[in-house]
């Protein structure tokens, strides 16, 4: 079989890339060579410049680009690789909780096995799901012990089946053989050599060791103590040698210059190979407890080395009594019992090395490579998990609740911003989302896709949010935007088109509703108000809201000839709009495939088009009165509505998964659309626009284009990692480069309750 193997890789420092090196290496002795020549490494780099690697890695993926991921799966899509192995752990791979791994896996179709060297077993909710999604896309799971498997099965989503435990590799190495001539070269032949390595950091507790020393060294003064490795790079980075220095000071305050022994040295295999077999007891010393795998403890127990640790995890699992010895973090005195209790007892202590010798027998690489090789010809032979298609998923995703809404609302309104998903009563009230909040209810009224007690909920709001919109409407009868915290109002110099829009998409709601006749004749008198103020309207997206609001109006209310008349006049200059910035890009680019309406994609796109397709579909006779015999207002709508979904679509999937145009640099004429920071509400007008297409046509290309959409929401984007978040019934304000923005805010929230609500309907064929 011929493998590809993601992880970072030597001359990198660190554990895990000393670890697939030996996974490969051990891995290839039971390959063909053919398939052992065409299998490689693609690396993970944190820094820059790029190391030197050797000629095993074929491509390199610095963490935090996002691109270099997309690339990476290019790449293997084209090579012939059969398997991709993924050496697992947090901080290696970039965006929120290693989520760019994600866009990786989702484009490659060859199998993945996944092996976990770090799990979480209290995991924020984006770890959480990533490590899900990380689980499903992967057709094995292989973790390292019981503990590791425990936690997944109890805090994750996870077959069993996908769970194999296959232990820690080690060296394949004769350790009795070479003991008296590593202990010859370390000088250390008549002494009790105690041991630690690895890369060096404050929470590795040296210290702890250092200070049981002195009781030890007094009774025993031909012990020596080996602290072989070098500052870990980050540390090195950030700290410089801080630690270190701090270490050897204190080891010079309490005498131990000649029993504590500092290697500042990254060692080969060979070198540490020597270092373990000339040691008698190896020290584990580390503050955290919540280690899953330890790869030292693995390489000290092979080894035969009496081992002495704090009960991190993979302690606690493999030193049994007899194995090893546990012992609290930075306890000292406990350190300086046991090794004056095994030092005291040459039966105790060489018992302990016999036990974790014959442990470390079945750890050994010739042994864990063929349970590898033998996992990875039996994934070879299944199908590769998919996630099911979109419309089957929909019965699961399509969730209406209403919990972040009411925590969101007090008695003034909706609340504008949240931190995380609490009320942030500091940026106030926006009519935009109280608009947006009293349309949502009146829809939930409507629906037979909800609950009654959903349908309680949203009666007892109303009143609320009409409250809010009587308050900020002026004398002329246009609208405030925002109210501050204290219920002042914020004076804008200029008021947004796009609010009044929406405003009056919430008023014709309410007018032409069901509700008491109090609530509609109130709305009814702040829309008459505003409407003289439609025909000053200019910007495409605050005309496209209004005439959505004019057309809900005269679905029902048919008879009224002058919201006619101002729904044609709103109809021509959005369509003449159109029409004279094609003419002019026209005569500058003849050839252009810009459909649209000015020289930038920037938010809410879906609006426009939207509004052009739903007024092709309105028949009322007072839309034409004003309009010459000839002249089809209706029809031009519709080819001007459906010229721009065309073009949207096309941009929506310019990539292997439906993405937004971003609002960090938008997508202007001639450059490049930004990736991040895509909106909800962005995700919502595509899903109200292709809905309003497919209950026009009736295509059903058009319905999955909605529910395409609508996935955005659920992880069907660039990172594929959810927006919504079921546990509080909110949507996270944005996807950004490093994941999703942690806030949900009102405007997400009920963009996303909008659109599960639109979807719900349209699929259910009401």
């Known amino acids: 079989m011929r493998i590809v193997y993601i992880s970072t890789y030597p001359p990198r420092m660190c554990g895990l890339a000393t670890f697939t090196s030996d996974l490969k290496e051990a891995i290839g002795t039971c390959q063909d060579p053919e398939d052992l020549k065409q299998s490689y490494v693609i690396a993970m780099q944190d820094t820059l410049p790029i190391q030197e690697y050797g000629e095993d890695v074929h491509m390199v993926i610095h963490q935090d680009r996002l691109e270099d991921y997309i690339a990476a799966a290019d790449h293997i899509e084209h090579s012939s690789a059969e398997v991709c192995v993924i050496s697992h752990e947090y901080g290696i791979y970039g965006g929120l909780s290693g989520l760019y791994l994600l866009t990786l896996l989702e484009n490659i179709t060859i199998p993945v096995v996944t092996i976990l060297h770090t799990i979480l077993d209290d995991p924020d909710i984006h ?284 008695a003034t309104g909706i609340v504008q911003h949240a931190r995380y998903h609490l009320p942030n009563y500091r940026h106030g009230y926006s009519l935009d989302d109280n608009a947006r909040a009293l349309s949502l209810c009146c829809e939930l009224l409507r629906s037979s896709h909800v609950t009654l007690e959903q349908k309680l909920v949203a009666r007892g709001l109303i009143d609320t949010y009409l409250s809010f919109l009587m308050h900020m409407q002026d004398e002329s009868g246009n609208f405030h935007g925002f109210m501050q915290a204290d219920r002042s109002l914020y004076l804008e110099k200029r008021r947004s088109e796009d609010t009044f829009g929406r405003t009056l998409r919430a008023l014709t709601q309410v007018l032409t509703s069901t509700l008491p006749v109090l609530d509609r004749e109130l709305a009814g008198h ?16 605050g005309i496209a809201q209004t005439i959505l609001a004019l057309i809900i109006y005269l679905d029902r209310r048919p008879e009224r000839d002058h919201i006619g008349k101002v729904l044609a006049d709103l109809a021509e200059k959005l369509i003449t709009r159109y029409v004279l910035y094609q003419q002019n890009l026209q005569e500058e680019v003849p ?37 010459p015999e000839d002249r089809d207002i209706g ?103 490093a994941g999703v923005n942690l806030n949900m805010g009102a405007e997400s929230t009920l963009e996303y309750l909008a659109s599960a609500l639109k979807v719900l309907t349209i699929i259910n064929g009401r």
């Open 591 to 627: 050839d252009h495939h810009w459909y649209w309406f000015e020289d930038i994609l920037s938010y809410e796109n879906g609006i426009v088009p939207q509004a052009l397709i739903e007024l092709s579909r309105l028949q009322t006779p007072s839309l034409y009165s004003t309009m």
């Open 127 to 410: 770890a959480k799901q990533v490590t899900e999604k990380l689980i499903e896309r992967s057709s094995r799971i292989i973790v390292m012990n019981r503990k590791a498997r425990s936690i997944l099965l109890h805090g994750f989503t996870i077959d069993d089946r996908k769970l194999t435990i296959i232990p820690h590799g080690t060296p394949d190495v004769d350790y009795h053989a070479i003991r008296e001539r590593s202990r010859q070269k370390l000088k250390v032949t008549d002494r009790y050599m105690l041991f630690t390595f690895g890369l060096i950091s404050a929470d590795k507790g040296l210290e702890t060791v250092i200070s049981a020393l002195p009781p030890v060294v007094r009774q025993y003064p031909d012990v020596v103590y080996y602290i072989v490795g070098k500052t870990h790079p980050h540390v090195s980075a950030r700290e410089g040698e801080v630690y270190r220095e701090a270490i050897n000071r204190f080891i010079h305050k309490l005498h131990l210059d000649e029993q504590v022994l500092c290697v500042d040295s990254y060692v080969s295999n060979e070198e540490l190979v020597e270092y373990l077999a000339a040691a008698d007891i190896y020290l584990l010393p580390y503050h955290n407890t919540h280690q899953i795998t330890s790869g030292t403890l693995s390489f000290a127990l092979s080894a035969g080395n009496c081992v002495l640790s704090t009960p991190n995890w993979h302690a606690q699992e493999v030193l049994k009594p007899h194995v090893g010895i546990l012992f609290d973090p930075g306890d000292s005195a406990a350190v300086t019992r046991e090794l004056l209790r095994v030092l005291g007892d040459p039966q105790l202590l060489a018992s302990y090395k016999r036990q974790a010798y014959a442990y470390g027998e079945g750890t050994r690489w010739r042994v864990t490579a063929g349970r590898y090789t033998s996992l990875l010809g039996h994934v070879l032979e299944e199908p590769v998990p998919r996630p099911p298609s979109g419309l089957s998923r929909l019965s699961t995703l399509t969730h209406i609740d209403l919990s972040q809404l009411q925590l969101l609302t007090d």
């Open 635 to 737: 029809a031009e709508a519709h080819e001007k509505g459906y010229a721009m979904l065309s073009f949207l679509d096309g941009i929506m999937h310019r990539g292997p998964v439906f993405s937004l145009v971003g609002n960090d640099g938008w997508y202007p004429r001639g450059g490049h659309a930004a990736l991040f920071d895509q909106q909800p509400i962005d995700a919502a007008s595509m899903v109200h626009l292709y809905g309003a297409a497919y209950r026009d046509s009736g295509k059903a290309v058009y319905k999955d284009r909605m529910i395409e959409s609508f996935l955005w929401f659920h992880g069907d984007n660039p990172l594929h990692i959810a927006l919504y978040d079921r546990d509080k019934g909110g949507c996270h304000d944005g996807l950004e480069r």
């Open 526 to 541: 702040l829309f008459e108000q505003a409407l003289p103020l439609c025909s000053s309207l200019l910007t495409p997206r």
